[in-house]
Each structure stands twice: as structure tokens, then as C-alpha cells.
């Protein structure tokens, strides 16, 4: 643990409390679910006062709900950051962000290992508007601080990485954005704000896909931006227009799951390291990607930026395709699905998971083998689910 993070104790408390300290409209238990598209003043004066600040409240349901501010509040706090903005996915959190802050003319710089669909709006929509994505190597902090220093509006992290779990110094890359004026963005879905706070370590936006870990019951999508208020407004603005707003029943599910977020990441970290330490030492394994093996090159930068290590590793097993088919399913205690983040485990190669938008060709470019698999640990007890991959593996 480092000064960049917080106790245990202090997180669980705050995960349950912050946001939701009360009263509730009927002296309800917890925030209900406001679902309502419009609200209505017995008047024009406080209607008014409303629409232009003057008095809290709300107006619309695209621009702000009561239910969805007590989640963007309660994100902010457990971020330590000013303020937060909900959005209906994380793809919709992470291209209205960049949409907002950018412009024709702008470069952004990159890491090649963002997540697919990440890498499709740097590649593909990003410059249809003028805008110039450089993606650098990962793990290469002396290319992407070249890069910064050529000028760019924007840094846009992502760690640990998806699937391969690379690890990127956020401190270091973000104390360099600065210098040279770029905004910091980091994408921390596989970290969450128990393992890592990206804004305590520089970072001016935080990004998360809250279908994954917030939510953390793989029953409800939605995305979130926190971070400073000045921009975080920025991206508000544009919500309001472009309009991706999470849903009052899709922000209850989130604020439902993230009072167990500390409860559900350290059952994760515990059980992906001993599953990633089993799998080291497996014959019918050929290499484990995980940031808290010691072996994991990007081991030294995750134990000090991180508090856990998080609960997603991944796997290649001898052999090929035939190899990975049979291992995949014969695999009982994981769902084969296109997730990760859920109570339940899930597993699958990164050709139909975070890199089905690449082509094969593309995904061997990025380093990513074919016959990975990503390996979600889910909250089921770590005794089973190696008893589960052995018997697996023992099939090949
Ligand atoms: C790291 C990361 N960021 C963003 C996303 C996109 O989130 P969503 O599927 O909620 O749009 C994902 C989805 O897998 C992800 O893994």
C-alpha cells in the first residue's frame, strides 16, 4: 500500500455511506429510483429558478436525475475528485469525453493495449473529425513521452490493460502531460477506486465502464467520468446534447453494486493472484499475464500505484486453436461471454472479447495471441475455480 491510496476501512465505509448519508423522500432506506423524463413546479418563478441555477433541482432527465446525481456524487467521492457524470455505457462515457474536449486540428496520445473499442474511435472516428491519434508502445514511457512533447491535447491512459494487463505509470506519464499542457485521461474499469485512484496520481478525468466492476453483477450497463469540475462540466455539457444519459434504474443497479465494491475487489485480488501463482507453475500453461506476479514486467510500477492487483488475469495454454477450444469449454465454473467484472467468472479469447472490432492481423500487431484467455475471477471461492481450470487444462 502507498500514500496514493486509502485503508480498507476507510473505503467500505465510504462505499456505503458517501453520497447516501439521508434523509430519502419518504423516509425511504435508500435512494429510490426517480423515474421520472420531466419535473414539474407548481409555478413559472421556481421553475425558473431552477432552469438557471439559482435553486438546486432538476428539469430534465437527459441533463441531470435525482437518482443518477446521488451515483455521480457518490463515484466522486470514492474517486476523490470534484465531481462525476453518468453515462448510459462506458463506450458512451469515453467517446462523448474525447468528443468534448476535443477539436479538428488536436492530437491525442495514446498506448497501442486500450480496449478494442477504445482503439477503433482513436483509429477510426477521431480522425474523421481532424483529430490525430498517435498510439505508442505500452509499456515504452521514454515513446510516449516524446510524443507528449511534440504537443498534444490530450493523454489518454488505460491500465492495467485489456487483455494483457500491461501496466502503465500514471504519475510519471501525467506529470509530463502537464508540463506540456495536455489534458490527462485514464480509463481505471479493471482497477476500480479500491485498487488505484488515477486522479491522486495526476490523472484530470477518470473513466470507468461501470458494466464491469461497479456494477459488478453483469446486470446493468453504464459509464462514468469523474474528475476535475471544470471539464468534468464540459462533459456534462455535451451529455446534454449528444444525450448517452445513464438511466435512473441503470444508475440504482450501480449505486446497489458499489456499496460491496470493496468487499467483492479484495475476494478479486486475492483469488486472481493464487489462481495466477497456480497457473505459473501449470504445465499446460504456457504464460500467465498478471501485475501481481513478480514476474510481470510492469510488477515494481502496479505495487506502487495500486493497492491490489484486480481480478482480471489472463492465459495461454499449450498448444493452439484445437487447445483452446477444448480448455474453453470444458471450463464449468466460468461463462464464456463477451464480460468481466461480474460475481460470476467469465472467459474468453480477446478475438471475441475486448478485440473483436480487430482484425487478426491487428491483434497480433497489438501482441495479443490467439489463443489467450482472458480469465475474469468472479467472487466464487478460489479452491473451486482452480479445481475447475485443472480439470480443464488435464484435457489437453
Ligand atoms: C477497459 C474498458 N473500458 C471501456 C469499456 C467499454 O465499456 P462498455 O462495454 O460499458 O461500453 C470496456 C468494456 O469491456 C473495458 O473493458
Known amino acids: ?10 473505503f467500505d465505509t465510504e462505499a456505503v455511506w458517501a453520497a447516501e448519508e439521508g434523509p430519502f423522500p419518504y423516509g425511504a432506506a435508500t435512494m429510490p429510483i426517480v423515474n421520472s423524463a420531466t419535473f414539474a ?12 441555477h439559482q435553486r438546486e433541482g432538476h428539469i430534465y432527465s437527459r441533463n441531470s436525475n435525482p437518482t443518477l446525481a446521488v451515483l455521480e456524487a457518490k463515484i466522486a467521492r470514492l474517486d476523490g475528485t470534484e465531481a462525476g457524470a453518468g453515462f448510459a455505457t462506458g ?9 468534448a474536449l476535443l477539436s479538428p486540428g488536436d492530437r491525442v496520445v495514446s498506448i497501442k493495449d486500450s ?12 480522425p474523421r473529425f481532424g483529430i490525430q491519434a498517435t498510439l505508442c508502445n505500452t ?7 516524446r510524443e507528449i512533447a511534440l504537443g498534444c491535447k490530450l493523454l489518454y491512459l488505460e491500465t492495467p490493460t485489456n487483455p494483457t494487463l500491461k501496466v502503465v505509470d500514471i504519475e510519471r506519464l501525467s506529470a509530463i502531460a502537464h508540463h506540456h499542457g495536455a489534458v490527462v485521461v485514464t480509463d481505471n474499469t479493471f482497477a476500480t477506486p479500491y485498487n488505484q485512484l488515477p486522479a491522486a496520481l495526476g490523472s484530470d478525468l477518470v473513466l470507468y465502464s461501470a458494466t464491469k466492476f461497479l456494477g459488478g453483477h453483469s446486470d446493468v450497463m453504464g459509464g462514468l467520468v469523474t474528475g476535475r469540475a471544470e471539464l468534468v462540466q ?7 446534447i449528444a444525450g448517452a444519459t445513464l438511466h435512473a434504474d441503470a444508475a440504482y443497479a450501480i449505486l446497489r453494486g458499489m456499496k460491496t465494491l470493496g468487499l467483492r475487489m479484495a475476494r478479486h485480488n486475492q483469488s486472481a493472484q493464487t489462481i495466477a501463482e497456480h497457473l505459473r507453475r501449470h504445465p499446460k500453461v504456457v504464460a500467465v499475464y498478471y501485475p501481481g506476479l513478480d514476474t510481470h514486467p510492469g510488477h515494481a510500477i502496479a505495487a506502487r500505484q495500486m493497492r491490489g492487483f484486480g481480478g482480471v488475469l489472463s492465459f495461454v495454454p499449450r498448444g493452439g486453436a484445437p487447445e483452446l477450444r477444448t480448455v474453453l469449454n470444458a471450463l464449468q465454473l466460468a461463462q464464456r461471454a463477451a464480460h468481466l467484472g461480474g460475481v460470476a467468472t467469465t472467459a474468453g479469447p480477446p478475438a471475441v472479447t475486448s478485440h473483436v472490432e480487430l482484425t487478426a492481423e491487428e491483434r497480433a500487431r497489438a501482441g495479443i495471441p490467439e489463443t489467450l484467455i482472458r480469465y475474469s475471477v468472479g467472487i466464487e471461492d478460489a479452491t473451486d475455480l482452480i479445481a475447475d481450470l485443472d480439470q480443464a487444462l488435464a484435457r489437453i
Open 139 to 145: 509499456s515504452d514511457f521514454a515513446q510516449l513521452e
Open 91 to 99: 463506450m458512451a462515457a469515453i467517446s462523448s469525453t474525447l468528443f
Open 115 to 126: 480496449y478494442g473499442g477504445t482503439n477503433v474511435l482513436f483509429e477510426e472516428f477521431l
Open 234 to 240: 464540459r462533459v456534462h455539457h455535451f451529455r446534454e
Open 1 to 10: 500500500m502507498t500514500d496514493k491510496t486509502r485503508p480498507t476501512a476507510e
Open 41 to 52: 413546479y407548481p409555478d413559472l418563478d421556481s421553475w425558473q429558478a431552477v432552469a438557471l
